[in-house]
């Protein structure tokens, strides 16, 4: 079982910045692909980006650009970076991991954080 715990969001105004923590528990995260999804009101839950267990990342095409993923394998922990905030980007903001590596099939899920930008 892996247990992910998410931190970081909060309200900023547009053209701002936040950055998401994500700590997850267990002894082989560094085999683990991790990745930040996003869900706004009324709408489905989207993923924004993904890190697999190589570092290879990729992105929505409306977060490149503004968003990093990244990892510290040593702090069991995975962050997004998230520059030049516009108010679309409001939503709730969900960490999630694949103990396969791979990022196909996300198993874990953590309990969300909330983002708000502000225009």
């Known amino acids: 079982q892996v247990q992910l715990v998410e931190s970081g969001g909060g309200l900023v105004q547009a053209g701002g910045s936040l950055r998401l923590s994500c700590a997850a528990s267990g002894r082989t995260f560094s085999r683990y692909a991790m990745g930040w999804y996003r869900q706004a009101p009324g709408k489905q839950r989207d993923l924004v980006a993904a890190i697999t267990s190589g570092g290879s990342t990729n992105y929505t095409d409306s977060v490149k650009g503004r968003f990093t993923i990244s990892r510290t394998n040593a702090k069991n922990t995975v962050y997004l970076q998230m520059n030049s905030l516009k108010p679309e980007d409001t939503a709730v903001y969900y960490c999630?991991?694949?103990?396969?590596?791979?990022?196909?099939?996300?198993?874990?899920w953590g309990q969300g954080t909330q983002v708000t930008v502000s225009s």
């Open positions: 999630a991991a694949d103990p396969l590596g791979v990022g196909v099939v996300y198993d874990y």
